[in-house]
């Protein structure tokens, strides 16, 4: 529905109505004023954003699953998204249980109830190298990796040339990289090369 045609003069405040239901946040209408002066444009403000037209074309109160409770005052699409537990256009439809929440356009987990369980359906478990067996929706770990493990699953072996240090993890978490360089006879950031001794080399 438009805004109603406004009649105003340049010399009184302007004063204005806007129908319910205007579909955009803010609608733009043109205020006409007498014929002697000119055409101005005006943006007026939503009013409500809490209802949509049913097959009906009754007014209908948006999903009260839609964040703020705001909807498309067209469609009943859930402007801002959906509360946790729920998804689709309107919000209708819950999440798998295993997920606390999911996509508003598929309905894939994206944060699992257990944070030991990962994957579009939270039905896939964190690695065991991850610390406390705990990743992301994704499979990454959280909390980093065990001893001497790299990688974003930690699924992955430091080098086993790399020099140690107490009971500490020899290698970045991220990278691989000897922290503490290598054993004698090894060289490289993760220490795979055998270093060539140049005396014993024929000339």
């Not at 009649?7 to 302007?14: E, M, P, Q």
């Not at 209408?29 to 009906?56: E, K």
Request: hydrophobic share 20%.
């Amino acid at each position: 529905m438009n805004a109603r045609r406004i009649i105003a003069s340049k010399r009184t405040d302007l004063v204005y109505h806007a129908n319910l239901g205007i579909t955009e946040n803010t609608a733009k209408t043109h205020v006409r004023s007498p014929a002697d002066h000119v055409i101005n444009t005006v943006y007026v403000p939503n009013v409500n954003l809490h209802f949509f037209p049913n097959n009906t074309g009754q007014c209908e109160t948006c999903n009260s699953k839609c964040v703020a409770n705001n909807c498309d005052s067209s469609s009943g699409r859930c402007i801002q998204g959906c509360y946790d537990g729920y998804w689709n256009r309107t919000c209708n439809t819950e999440c798998d249980a295993a997920c606390f929440s999911c996509k508003q356009t598929n309905g894939s987990c994206s944060k699992c109830k257990n944070n030991t369980r990962y994957g579009p359906d939270c039905r896939q478990e964190c690695s065991n190298t991850c610390k406390s067996s705990v990743c992301d929706v994704n499979g990454s770990c959280i909390n980093g990796c065990i001893v001497n493990t790299f990688g974003k699953q930690c699924e992955q072996r430091c080098g086993e040339y790399c020099l140690r240090k107490d009971n500490q993890t020899i290698c970045s978490e991220k990278t691989g990289m000897c922290l503490y360089g290598c054993r004698t006879g090894y060289t490289g950031k993760d220490c795979p090369q055998v270093e060539i001794d140049y005396d014993t080399v024929d000339t």
